[in-house]
């Protein structure tokens, strides 16, 4: 009878062993170096296996759930892995024969070829080079075609009747719960969802939108659900994207949806509810306004902390109704905002900018008439208020006006309505929420209730 010895047992490598294991599991085995090391010894052909292989990167809910399902929907955080699991998927329903007639679907144009496509976990980058398969990105065409046949055409949630020609056997949408209309885009989508054994992915971080809560309800078969959290991927992310997000949403409401991918149903104590500001939403502006303003409430950007100023759009009609037309908010230097105002103010032909002035003083206004110059040399009206109380007082009688039906989003606005919803007064600054807080004040609030207000003069 032979023995076991070490003669008839080939001793495997180091390099053998490795060679088998998922490659996340290699590295949480050996540790960065001994991995570095090991990725030296390889060929480049070995290395392009190693490097494009999405089973052995994935982590589970990263890889396609078995069964017959027609939605995949990934919740997950930002920076989670979302854009890069769609990616992979398309690759390998492509490389199946499954995907030939594919839809890519985001919010806007550039958001598709900066993200989808051309983004760092976009299609194009999750080829090698060298790899005969990786497909050509037509981008006047607005598509991408694979050396199979396979094409994938870009639609955008800006223009959704696009969907409804075409057939197609496999989709993608991400961050569609940041989608402006998304109950729009998804019955168009649906209607071209009909070839063969048809497929969707939503790679999304979650919001309490109608659409998120009835695809994650029970009693769905179409429907599977992956969920990721932020930190799940921490090993994959840099180091500038960890700070920014994790000073941006740690302890704070809006964190534990945009990192920990959690539906935040309406919370207790803040000042808006997603069913209040549901129920008032309108699909279009009334035609005649008595007033229209652009709210700026700026904020001084420094170099490690730039926040975003809020900008808003609202208009008031002459049953003393508002109705929020647009956000308009940006992460700029102050004549970047004040040119944003100033372009607000001309597009909507508004009557006046209302802008804080805690943050510059006299500067905001003078800033604005700078960029108002610089465009078509006239002055344009400003208030300018300021803020000597709190937030959640300045607050109270703008949310009072939302749930007496008074307030509108024409359409939604995903981030302003996010800050309404988690905001509980304290924490992190919201800009929207103050931008739109000053703008419902000035239209709607009569003065004597507006405590904790003071108006100073602008320009008028
Ligand atoms: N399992 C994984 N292994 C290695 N890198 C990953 C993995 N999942 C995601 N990544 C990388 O992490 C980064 C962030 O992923 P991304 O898909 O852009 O996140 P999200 O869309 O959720 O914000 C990208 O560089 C992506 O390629
Ligand atoms: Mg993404």
Redesign the pocket.
């Known amino acids: 009878m032979e023995t076991l010895n070490s003669a008839t047992v080939p001793v495997q490598s180091a390099a053998e062993i490795l060679a088998r294991l998922p490659?996340?599991k290699v590295k949480e085995l050996v540790g960065d170096e001994v991995f570095r090391d090991y990725i030296d010894t390889l060929s480049v052909d070995e290395l392009d296996r190693l490097m494009y292989d999405?089973e052995s990167?994935?982590?589970p809910e990263?890889l396609e759930p078995p069964g017959s399902w027609s939605i995949w929907l990934y919740l997950?955080?930002?920076?989670?892995?979302?854009?890069?699991?769609?990616?992979e998927w398309i690759k390998s329903r492509v490389k199946r024969g499954k995907g030939r007639h594919i839809a890519l679907i985001s919010q806007s144009a550039a958001d598709a070829r900066d993200?989808m496509v051309e983004?760092?976990?976009g299609i194009l980058?999750?080829y090698s080079d060298r790899d005969p398969n990786r497909p050509k990105y037509e981008p006047s065409k607005r598509r991408i075609v694979w050396p199979n046949g396979a094409q994938a055409t870009i639609y955008t949630a800006e223009d959704p009747d696009q969907l409804r020609g075409p057939s197609h056997d496999t989709a993608w949408t991400?961050?569609i719960a940041a989608f402006r209309n998304v109950p729009d885009v998804w019955s168009n989508l649906m209607l071209g969802l009909r070839l063969g054994d048809s497929r969707c992915f939503i790679?999304t971080?979650p919001r309490a939108i109608k659409f998120i809560k009835d695809l994650v309800a029970p009693g769905r078969t179409d429907v599977v659900i992956s969920h990721?959290r932020?930190r799940d991927?921490f090993?994959?992310?840099?180091t500038p994207?960890l700070n920014e997000i994790i000073t941006k949403y740690e302890g704070t409401r809006l964190g534990r949806q945009e990192l920990e991918a959690e539906i935040l149903e309406d919370i207790e104590g803040a000042l808006w509810s997603r069913s209040i500001l549901d129920r008032n939403r309108v699909k279009e502006a009334p035609k005649e306004m008595v007033k229209i303003i652009v709210s700026i409430d700026p904020t001084v950007a420094t170099a490690e902390n730039a926040t975003e100023t809020g900008i808003i759009v609202m208009g008031k009609t002459a049953d003393n109704h508002g109705y929020c037309l647009a956000d308009r908010s940006l992460t700029a230097s102050p004549l970047g905002w004040a040119k944003a105002g100033v372009q607000a103010y001309h597009d909507f032909s508004a009557n006046k900018i209302v802008a804080e002035k805690n943050n510059g003083g006299e500067m905001v206004n003078l800033t604005i008439q700078t960029m108002a110059e610089k465009n078509r040399t006239t002055i344009v009206p400003v208030t300018l208020v300021w803020a000597s109380r709190g937030k959640l007082i300045r607050a109270e009688p703008v949310a009072a006006l939302d749930e007496q039906k008074k307030l509108h989003m024409v359409g939604s606005f995903p981030k302003l309505e996010d800050e309404l919803c988690t905001y509980e007064g304290e924490g992190n600054s919201p800009n929207r929420l103050d931008a739109y807080v000053w703008a419902a004040t000035e239209l709607l609030v009569d003065r004597k209730f507006s405590r904790g207000l003071t108006w100073g003069r602008g320009n008028e």
């Open positions: 490659i996340r999405w990167w994935a982590r990263q997950a955080g930002r920076g989670s892995g979302k854009t890069r699991t769609g990616a993200v983004g760092e976990a980058a999750i991400d961050e790679s971080t990721g932020t991927n090993e994959n992310l840099s994207f």
